[in-house]
């Protein structure tokens, strides 16, 4: 009995013993071609792993973007660099293709970036080797480009105003919201003080403005049609001397009513003048973005309301410049 047990230990003290040798072996071997591996290759290695890494973290977690326009001022100002929290609402499984589902949906008030409704891809390929690259250099390098050398939006960071179910109606720039299930309009300012928010709703015109801008569009509207344009809207025209003011929506809505007034029998001109007097509706699955800065922000007014599921993240913090760094409110 006792020459079996000495065998036995005697058998594992030579297993262990190879295995020791053999591990010490593999580690001499893998330290030897570190050695041997030229200085280039090693960075190249570690390079692609740091590269991995950035690539993981602004894919699920968090993604630095630019401030490429005025239109959230001042909230957001040109240039601030910002990350954008992607795991709240749930990242996309690659860039462009499929989304995980999120923590959270998006709420009223809430700093969004998402999918400009109004870019026109270059391609899958293309579309997917520009967000890497800007990923991988935190939102320094970015190869989507116009041909005037100006960055493509991609993408887009507005606020979330409207949600399903809501309906607006503007109103020399001002906005009324009839939210789902209510019968009364709330003037959105209002709405905004009353909740606590702090953020300001920035405006470039004056109600000052209004007249001269309507009597332009009324003028617009008899030039559309190859009519001469009235002799009192002409001299205001002449008095405005070529300045442009930035409430299309206005602009449009007085060059609709003269079309309707002058065409009464054409419902086209109807039908597009009842979308500024009904307002608009946000249906279900949607949210309706807007700038902070009304007269200089193409936003939802201009493209409608967009899908939950192409809305990416939400703003966290500015990085960028150092003086402006803080949560994004």
Request: net charge positive.
């Amino acid at each position: 009995m006792a020459q079996k047990q000495r065998d036995f230990f005697d058998t594992l003290q030579c297993l262990t013993e190879a295995y020791l040798t053999r591990r010490k072996c593999r580690r001499r071997v893998k330290k030897e071609k570190q050695r041997a591996k030229h200085p280039v290759l090693d960075w190249i290695e570690a390079f692609l792993w740091a590269a991995g890494m950035v690539l993981l973290a602004n894919q699920y977690l968090l993604q630095a973007y630019v401030i490429p326009s005025g239109s959230m001022i001042d909230t957001l100002l040109i240039g601030d660099r910002v990350f954008v929290n992607k795991l709240i609402y749930g990242p996309e499984l690659l860039p462009g293709l499929a989304k995980i589902p999120g923590i959270f949906k998006p709420e009223r008030n809430d700093i969004i970036i998402f999918e400009n409704p109004s870019y026109e891809s270059r391609g899958l390929f293309f579309d997917i080797a520009q967000r890497i690259i800007y990923m991988l250099t935190i939102s320094m390098v970015d190869i989507d480009r116009d041909e005037m050398g100006q960055p493509r939006a991609n993408f887009l960071i507005k606020r979330a105003v409207g949600m399903s179910g809501d309906r607006f109606v503007m109103d020399r720039g001002e906005m009324r919201i009839r939210f789902a299930g209510d019968d009364q309009w709330t003037d959105e300012r209002e709405y905004a003080a009353q909740r606590g928010w702090t953020h300001a709703i920035r405006r470039l015109m004056t109600e000052e403005h209004y007249p001269a801008l309507e009597m332009a569009g009324k003028a617009a509207g008899w030039e559309d049609l190859g009519l001469p344009v009235p002799g009192h809207l002409q001299a205001a025209l002449t008095q405005l001397g070529g300045v442009q003011y930035p409430d299309y929506l206005a602009h449009e809505r007085a060059r609709l009513e003269t079309l309707r007034s002058i065409m009464p029998h054409n419902r086209r001109y109807a039908v597009l003048l009842a979308r500024h007097s009904l307002g608009w509706y946000v249906p279900d699955g949607r949210i309706f973005p807007l700038g902070d800065n009304r007269d200089n922000s193409r936003d939802g007014r201009h493209y409608g309301p967009v899908l939950l599921s192409k809305v990416l993240g939400r703003g966290a913090v500015i990085y960028w410049p150092m003086y402006r760094m803080g949560p994004i409110r």
